[in-house]
């Protein structure tokens, strides 16, 4: 009797995380839907997956937007509220198989995001959540804003599979990502002793090379975890169907990157969220223990086996696997295509070139550290 394929095994194990929170573009799904497009190109096994959708809310109207401080205009709150009914339509369309129009009602259940000292009550965020009947998609919405890492623990508290990917809603996957062979060896080295394996981050430009980038060659401890532990891992097979056919190049990581990565769900909230005193809100992952992780290894390499972080380095790191599509400026096809035509306008056309060139330099250099 045949065990479980790979790719069913993928499914009964990942469940993928997207976060998104108000954008210029919305109302509009087009920046999720290019992220979503991309999983069909580049990994179509996460379309099969389980999938939770965690819908950062904003923390006050006020007339000028900051929306990484949560502040939105009275216009973005409306069309904030538009987008979460079309998102969860693209996503119960696209992961769930459900067109909506004899969709069955989501169930619907409460719970809480809490943080700091339990002995002040502001302390903690009401959260809905919707999941459908057979548990494929799940929806949060907080009452208030979270900031990624609530966002993230909240999902994470959520999800019954052993493994997760987490994926920011601006961006896009640009390579074939293996991963069930990626999947697999995370099974095979979760326990062992030199080169354990349970987060695996996919490389943007800013990390490529990054065996070779100078803090990793200037710092002592860096260096010699990278010469000692950078390898291609083979997958092999096991009874629950985990296996990949294909090698999957790591070098380690000393860094707890937001960009998308796939962890282990029991080590991402036994080693980044091990109490309620672990995080606040309004923050990112990486600037907490992103920080604190990197100090610790630099001055103890011992200490990088606690973290078990690598980077996934097709093309002895020169393969490009992400593309930052940046949500928090990007006004949509249209949007960008309105400013464009505005910009034209007030400064004539006999300037447009030198302007394109220019934004597309400065977009280059935005990238570098993405």
Not at 20 to 49: G, I, Y
Not at 93 to 106: H, I, V
Not at 284 to 295: L, P, S, V
Request: charged share 25%; hydrophobic share 40%; glycine share 6%.
């Amino acid at each position: 009797m045949s065990g479980p394929s790979p790719s069913g095994a993928v499914v009964d194990h990942l469940t993928v995380i997207i976060t998104t929170s108000p954008v210029p573009s919305a109302p509009s799904t087009e920046l999720l839907t290019d992220v979503l497009d991309s999983f069909a190109r580049h990994c179509p096994l996460l379309l099969r997956c389980r999938v939770i959708v965690v819908f950062d809310s904003y923390e006050r109207v006020c007339a000028r937007a900051r929306l990484k401080k949560g502040a939105v205009t009275a216009e973005q709150a409306a069309a904030f509220a538009a987008y979460v009914a079309s998102v969860k339509a693209l996503v119960l369309r696209r992961f769930g198989r459900c067109d909506g129009a004899g969709a069955s009602p989501l169930e619907r259940s409460a719970g809480e995001a809490e943080f700091g000292s339990p002995f002040d009550p502001a302390n903690a965020v009401p959260l809905v959540q919707l999941r459908t009947a057979d548990g494929r998609v799940t929806f949060v919405e907080p009452a208030r804003c979270l900031g990624f890492s609530l966002a993230v623990r909240s999902a994470l508290r959520l999800a019954a599979t052993r493994y997760v990917w987490v994926h920011q809603h601006d961006w896009r996957l640009t390579t074939t990502i293996p991963v069930a062979s990626m999947l697999s060896i995370m099974r095979e080295r979760d326990a062992d002793d030199v080169a354990p394996v349970r987060y695996i981050c996919l490389p943007s430009v800013r990390l490529l090379n990054y065996a070779a980038q100078s803090d990793n060659t200037r710092f002592a401890a860096f260096r010699q975890l990278t010469q000692r532990l950078k390898q291609v891992f083979h997958a092999g097979p096991h009874s629950d169907g985990l296996e990949g056919a294909e090698p999957v190049s790591l070098t380690p990581l000393f860094f707890w990157f937001d960009k998308p990565h796939i962890a282990s769900t029991a080590h991402y909230l036994r080693c980044v969220f091990p109490s309620r005193y672990a995080t606040r809100r309004s923050t990112f992952i990486e600037d907490t223990i992103g920080h604190r992780m990197r100090e610790l290894i630099k001055n103890d390499p011992e200490a990088w086996a606690k973290f078990a972080t690598w980077l996934y380095y097709p093309g002895e790191g020169e393969t490009l696997c992400l593309k930052h599509l940046d949500g928090r400026v990007w006004r949509g096809s249209d949007g960008e295509k309105k400013a464009a035509e505005k910009w034209r306008s007030a400064n004539g056309a006999h300037h447009s070139g030198s302007k394109s060139s220019s934004a597309v330099e400065e977009k280059g250099k935005g990238d570098r550290f993405t």
